[in-house]
């Protein structure tokens, strides 16, 4: 069974600080993997899609990066307007639907 | 559409009543999905379609939910007997095509029953 676990469930940065968010999946067959943000009261709101192992992509202060296990979310001097909740998603193989983790809820604060 | 448009973006009903929430996809994008959110959760697929038909149903709890896509662009999910545990977050998706596309989600429709 495909399974999308992310860590921490929270996370509270002084303005700043850098940190990581890890995103741990199994899946028989990864078509891709997927980072959203999502804002209270809001949709998730697309961030980056990786497709293979060692693949990375960067936007501003954020940069994804992808195993054949795991994916993470380095975020680089915060700021407050980047606190959301960051969902990670897969799509498998056997599928097209996206399977997502719970999410991790992340405060910057100045 | 310049984004995808859901309406209401609030319902409350009571137990036992039928609601149906609408999803506006953005123009030209051949596939929908409609997920779940509950408070604190990530969200949860309910069913996805590949222009006028339902290509997998697998995530819909049970038989009270049922969506819609007659003409292949709005579409209509529907809850009868509505129950407690129906409460949360309904969100809409669309994408260009099926396989490993970027979803472009709505704002959700929060749904109360009590």
């Known amino acids: 069974e495909d399974q999308v676990t992310q860590s921490p469930e929270a996370l509270r940065l002084q303005e700043g600080e850098s940190s990581s968010l890890n995103c741990s999946y199994t899946?028989?067959?990864?078509?891709?993997l997927f980072w959203y943000r999502q804002d209270p009261g809001k949709g998730p709101e697309f961030l980056f899609t990786l497709y293979s192992a060692g693949e990375e992509k960067e936007k501003e202060r954020l940069k994804a990066t992808l195993t054949k296990k795991e994916s993470f979310l380095h975020i680089t001097a915060p700021k407050p307007e980047d606190s959301a909740t960051y969902l990670c998603a897969v799509n498998p193989n056997s599928g097209y639907a996206l399977n997502f983790g719970k999410g991790t809820s992340l405060l910057v604060t100045p | 559409g310049a984004g995808v448009s859901q309406t209401p973006s609030n319902k409350v009903t009571e137990k036992g009543k039928y609601v149906e929430l609408r999803c506006d996809p953005i123009?030209?994008?051949?596939?929908l999905y409609w997920y779940r959110q509950s408070l604190g959760q990530g969200p949860e697929f309910l069913i996805y379609?590949?222009?006028?038909?339902?290509?997998?149903d697998s995530g819909l709890p049970n038989d009270r939910f049922f969506a819609v896509r007659p003409e292949g662009s709005v579409s209509t999910l529907k809850i009868q007997r509505t129950e407690r545990g129906d409460s949360a977050v309904y969100l809409c998706?669309?994408?260009?095509?099926?396989?490993?596309?970027?979803?472009?989600f709505g704002a959700g429709s929060r749904l109360t029953v009590l």
């Open positions: 379609f590949q222009g006028t038909g339902a290509a997998d």
């Open positions: 998706a669309s994408s260009l095509k099926s396989g490993a596309n970027v979803l472009t």
């Open positions: 899946v028989s067959g990864l078509r891709g």
């Open positions: 123009s030209g994008h051949t596939a």
